[in-house]
C-alpha cells in the first residue's frame, strides 16, 4: 500500500520521539489497517491514518528511559577514556 502525497515523513518522524523500530512498524501496519477498516479497497494511507494510528500506538522509551541511557552512555564513555589513559603501550617482539 501506497503513502498518500500528504503524509510529510519529515513531520510524522518528529511525532515519533521514543519510538523504537518495531513502534514504528506498528505505527505503519495500524495505519494501514485504519485505510482498510474505512475502505476495503484503499490504496494509499494518509496523513489522518497515521495520526490515528500514533493515538494507538504508544513510544516504547519515555524520557525516564532515554535519561538512562544517556546516563550509560556518560558513564561508559568516561570509563573507557580513563581505561585508554591508564594503558600503557606494550611492544611484542
Same mark, same amino acid.
Given at each position: 500500500?501506497? #503513502?498518500?502525497? %500528504?503524509?510529510? #515523513? ?21 495505519? =494501514?489497517? #485504519? =485505510? ?7 490504496? +494509499? $494511507?494518509?496523513? @489522518?491514518?497515521?495520526?490515528? =494510528?500514533?493515538? $494507538?500506538?504508544?513510544?516504547? $522509551? %519515555?524520557? +525516564?528511559? @532515554?535519561?538512562? /541511557?544517556?546516563?550509560? +552512555?556518560? /558513564?561508559?564513555?568516561? =570509563? ?5 589513559? %591508564? +594503558?600503557? @603501550?606494550?611492544?611484542?617482539?
Amino acid at each position: 500500500m501506497k #503513502i498518500a502525497a %500528504d503524509v510529510d #515523513i519529515s513531520k510524522l518522524s518528529k511525532k515519533m520521539q521514543g519510538y523504537v523500530g518495531a513502534d514504528i512498524e506498528g505505527v505503519c501496519r495500524e495505519a =494501514a489497517m #485504519i =485505510a482498510l477498516r474505512e475502505d476495503i479497497d484503499a490504496k +494509499e $494511507v494518509k496523513i @489522518e491514518h497515521f495520526q490515528k =494510528a500514533l493515538d $494507538v500506538v504508544k513510544a516504547s $522509551v %519515555d524520557k +525516564e528511559v @532515554e535519561e538512562m /541511557y544517556q546516563n550509560l +552512555e556518560t /558513564y561508559f564513555s568516561s =570509563a573507557r577514556a580513563k581505561q585508554i589513559k %591508564d +594503558e600503557k @603501550e606494550s611492544y611484542f617482539g
